[in-house]
């Protein structure tokens, strides 16, 4: 590539032109004749799919049309997967399509939600997929070859930040991993270093914001430009993004949304900063995905909110209509100024299937309570919600801290301004405490937001 040519590909405003701005037509028509060639690849390969399809009386020629696909093609779920990994014993990996030797890459799941899944990665799925999907939104918030991205994580096994490792290899980007260091020692790395991006989960980014400002560091003066933050839905509650970008001196934030086991999600375009818009593009060149209902599986109206349902075009562990028990308004391809045709999840991740609670007969979504404290001044995102049984009633309080500068007089109006606010939008009473900050404990990976100590207090 010359000089010239260089220049004008690092000028280009998309990552991937090609596919970002294929018609919807198109993207169906490709999704279509891969999701075809895919389920004969899995049937032929994975005798867990040859099962599954004959307990619902297909084959793979019977799939023709995406009625066919959505009618008659069955789920998957999380518990499928580590069902058929525990039949391959106890070095085997569930839904395995390739021989032993095509395997090149070891990760499992965080096992947060169930048991943790193992998952193989062919040098195909590492190198040429799995790990692409980040750079689209990392490109669009101006990252190039040559850039540098600190990653504040200690890496084991869990492929959510070894994922974004690679994306950033791929990239061209120079590498600079934390793991090791505590808090700390992070920061004074970061402002030694000055990286151009930070990637961690979005709690943990905030924590090393208090951390900093605690030590007198200024992280506005280290430069970071991008954060890459993936694993919670802080970024989406506008208050929570407000005071993250504030920390880290206005930092640009970039959030990523995806499960592990299926290697590929969706991310933030540059409009979803600054609360242009809010919600994700998914990476349709490597997964097709819908809002499906939550009893058949079938795909609601455009905007309505559903389940979302994704395939993903991998070898390795292919997934054929994987529910993720992620609640989704899928809305299509939309024009909000960034040139993607990329389907938009809107709003991003609206609640989970398993994350609903029912309190005194109310099913309550953790995810909502998360919104209306990110929506109330005067407040912190560090939240705990605690469930209890009195005399045969489930009880629900709200442990939330104070900002810094609100006294301990404030907390009797800011308890009771939450606990209404509640009340009206979800339509229970619960108990709120009011704490100061720095109470909640901190968490480097995924933050724990719900006890449930039913089991202790019936």
């Known amino acids: 590539m010359s000089q010239f040519q260089a220049a004008r590909w690092r000028d280009q405003p998309l990552w991937d032109r090609t596919w970002q701005t294929m018609s919807r037509p198109q993207l169906d028509a490709v999704h279509l004749r891969r999701i075809k060639q895919l389920i004969e690849f899995a049937y032929e390969r994975v005798p867990f799919y040859r099962e599954k399809y004959a307990a619902a009386g297909i084959k793979p020629a019977d799939v023709r049309t995406w009625d066919d696909f959505y009618e008659h093609v069955p789920t998957v779920d999380k518990v499928d997967l580590i069902a058929d990994q525990e039949r391959n014993g106890p070095n085997g990996f569930g839904l395995e399509a390739t021989p032993r030797e095509a395997r090149a890459w070891y990760h499992q799941t965080s096992g947060t939600t169930g048991g943790p899944f193992r998952e193989v990665f062919t040098h195909y799925d590492r190198s040429t997929a799995a790990y692409d999907a980040s750079t689209y939104g990392w490109w669009d918030a101006g990252l190039r070859p040559g850039s540098s991205m600190y990653f504040a994580f200690n890496f084991g096994t869990f492929m959510g930040f070894w994922s974004k490792v690679f994306a950033a290899e791929r990239m061209g980007l120079m590498v600079i991993p934390g793991g090791g260091l505590d808090t700390v020692g992070r920061l004074e790395q970061i402002a030694e270093l000055a990286p151009d991006a930070v990637a961690g989960t979005p709690t943990y980014l905030m924590r090393m914001g208090e951390v900093a400002q605690q030590h007198g560091i200024d992280l506005g003066a280290a430069g970071v430009r991008v954060l890459s933050t993936a694993g919670e839905l802080g970024p989406s509650v506008r208050s929570f993004r407000a005071q993250l970008r504030e920390l880290w001196g206005g930092a640009r934030i970039v959030d990523i949304y995806g499960q592990s086991e299926n290697s590929f999600g969706a991310i933030e375009c540059r409009m979803a900063d600054d609360a242009e818009v809010n919600g994700f593009h998914v990476i349709e060149r490597y997964m097709h995905s819908y809002a499906g209902d939550t009893e058949q599986y079938r795909p609601v109206a455009p905007g309505e909110v559903g389940e979302h349902i994704v ?132 968490y480097e990976l995924k933050t724990k937001r719900v006890f449930d100590h039913r089991r202790e207090t019936s």
């Not at 709003?347 to 909502?368: A, C, E, F, H, P």
């Not at 308890?415 to 405490?433: E, F, N, S």
Request: charge should be negative.
């Open 311 to 442: 395939t993903t075009f991998r070898l390795g562990q292919p997934l054929i209509k994987y529910r993720t028990h992620d609640l989704v308004r899928h809305v299509g391809t939309v024009d909000h100024g960034c040139g993607w045709n990329f389907g938009f999840l809107e709003g991003g991740v609206l609640g989970r299937t398993d994350d609903m609670i029912t309190i005194k007969g109310t099913n309550v979504y953790t995810s909502s309570i998360q919104r209306l404290v990110g929506d109330t001044p005067g407040l912190e995102p560090h939240y705990e919600l605690h469930i209890t049984r009195d005399r045969g009633l489930d009880q629900l309080t709200v442990r939330v801290e104070a900002q810094a500068d609100r006294t301990a007089d404030d907390y009797p109006a800011l308890r009771d301004q939450l606990v209404a606010k509640i009340r009206h939008a979800v339509g229970i009473t619960v108990t709120a405490d009011i704490l100061a900050p720095e109470t909640l404990q901190r």
